[in-house]
């Protein structure tokens, strides 16, 4: 038999279209699931679907699954994140050789990607930690690849991800080095933390719409499709348009039949953890994830909605505040990007990585959630103008001017209305204060000495020295 060119462990439905992504791209892939609890007939079916077995070979037992691979053996682990990796790899471990391949292409933690392959270099086997992004239609059709790790392991490589990746308008691959470590599993979570921000952006939008200037879905999908075929344009807002025209067999709008109770599944609330931790500025991010909090509390909501309801009217001009939520959208969107970035860059600088921003942006530009067009003006603005500050380039500063009345509008309007808009107002806030010549943390810091001599810096003193009240 023919021996496979990789294999995949784990046949969920990315793994099941990454298969077939890599079988339509040349490759000849070997498959494994496991038998017991309720996946025992995983195998057979998906192999029931393919016409063509010398493209792709199914397996129950690990041991011919793997024996099924070329002599550099190279295996594509899709499970849950979490123990079970490091289970996989455990069972996989005594049958692979010096200088065979393991990736996880998993939402991993960035730090378990770390350990792991530090394990592995023990026995000398390779191992990359990839960030996939685009859902089961990407990882058919072409996927956003962030891949880190082993250096050695992304040469062997690069050919067959680049293959089955994405591609960008000007036919580059989606899919481009990372850095070592954990880069690309952190780059991933920091992807899904600007996926939060941009969807938060995309859904306060869609309320002012509704609930202040009164539209309905099929005039709110109106304006916002005239906006993607603007700058706007994006995978988020493409499907939000068809969202909101989506009806049921009744002939309902879909999107007012469901509950608004938002869940997660926490690379959200991880990209704002590690801000936190490293001090790190993410606050649009950590918005959006406090609004999904905030929906859960469902019965608070609707008990205190009795008590401290309030009629809402609108007395303004309906054009003025779309063009004014238009560009709300463009300077939350842009900041939201670039948080992401500050994030990266800072964690690249700490675990030298040596993650390069461009790079980034050419693995987001198409096939993942967060693809935009706005993104070949990031590209255009990192390579040609990069500054030691992401808000000194000139593209970045000519955007925000033009967009700042716009957000204050929308803004003010929405604090005034009683709707809530959590990640524009946070825009207005992180940008009033990352602009701020002087900010009142001169009176914090007299507060913590005063109650826990904590400490202080002096205006003109030497940087460190410490002076206290008394």
């Known amino acids: 038999m023919l ?13 099941q279209n990454l298969a077939l992504n890599l079988a339509n791209n040349g490759y000849k892939v070997s498959v494994y699931n496991r038998t017991e609890d309720g996946e025992e007939k995983i195998i057979e079916d998906f192999m029931g679907t393919i016409t063509d077995k010398q493209k792709i070979s199914g397996f129950t ?11 550099k053996k190279i295996i594509l682990i899709m499970v849950v994140a979490g123990k079970v990796v490091d289970s996989v790899i455990e069972k996989l471990l005594p049958l692979l050789d010096n200088q065979d391949i393991l990736i996880d292409g998993g939402n991993s933690n960035y730090l378990d990607t ?17 960030g996939i992004s685009g859902g089961s239609e990407g990882a058919l059709k072409g996927p956003s690849m ?11 490589l690069e050919k067959m991800f680049q293959d089955i990746s994405a591609k960008d308008i000007n036919n580059k691959s989606c899919c481009q080095w990372m850095g070592v470590d954990g880069a690309g599993h952190f780059v991933k979570m920091v992807h ?8 938060q952006v995309i859904v306060e939008s869609y309320d002012l719409q509704k609930r202040l200037l009164r539209l309905n879905n099929n005039e709110i999908e109106e304006n916002m499709s005239s906006w993607k075929n603007l700058e706007l344009n ?19 709008n879909i999107v007012d039949t469901i509950l608004d109770k938002s869940s997660q599944k926490g690379t959200g609330k991880d990209t704002v953890i590690n801000s936190l931790k490293y001090g790190i500025p993410s606050s649009l991010i950590s918005e959006a994830v406090n609004a999904r909090f905030i929906s859960s509390f469902f019965k608070n909501r609707q008990e205190l909605s009795e008590i401290y309801n309030s009629e809402i009217e609108f007395k303004g001009k309906k054009e003025l505040l779309l063009s004014d939520l238009y560009d709300a959208m463009y300077f939350s969107i842009l900041l939201a990007y670039i948080q992401g970035f500050m994030l990266i860059e800072e964690f690249s600088k700490l675990n030298k990585w040596d993650i390069d ?46 967009k700042e009345t716009g957000l204050r509008n929308c803004v003010s309007t929405a604090i ?14 992180f940008f009033d204060s990352i602009r701020s010549e002087k900010l009142p943390a001169n009176l914090i810091q007299a507060q913590r000495d005063f109650f826990g001599y904590h400490g202080f810096e002096k205006v003109g003193g030497q940087k460190g020295e410490v002076f206290h009240l008394s």
């Open 3 to 15: 021996k496979s060119d990789i294999g995949i462990f784990g046949l969920g439905v990315m793994g």
């Open 61 to 71: 037992s690990v041991e011919d699954f793997v024996e099924s691979l070329k002599s």
């Open 114 to 130: 770390a350990k792991r392959l530090n394990h592995l270099k023990n026995y000398n086997i390779d191992y990359l930690g990839c």
């Open 146 to 156: 962030m891949p880190g790790g082993s250096q050695r392991a992304w040469k062997y």
């Open 192 to 199: 899904n933390g600007i996926e939060y921000a941009i969807m």
């Open 234 to 252: 994006s995978f988020l807002l493409n499907i939000t348009c068809d969202l909101l025209l989506m009806e049921d067999e009744h002939g309902d």
């Open 357 to 402: 921003l461009v790079n980034v942006i050419g693995s987001w530009k198409a096939g993942c959630i967060i693809q935009s067009d706005m993104l070949y003006t990031l590209e255009e603005a990192l390579k040609d103008n990069l500054k030691e500050s992401l808000f000194e380039n000139n593209i970045f500063s000519k955007l925000f001017n033009s």
């Open 416 to 429: 005034l209305s009683g709707i809530p808009a959590p990640v524009l107002t946070a825009s207005v806030s």
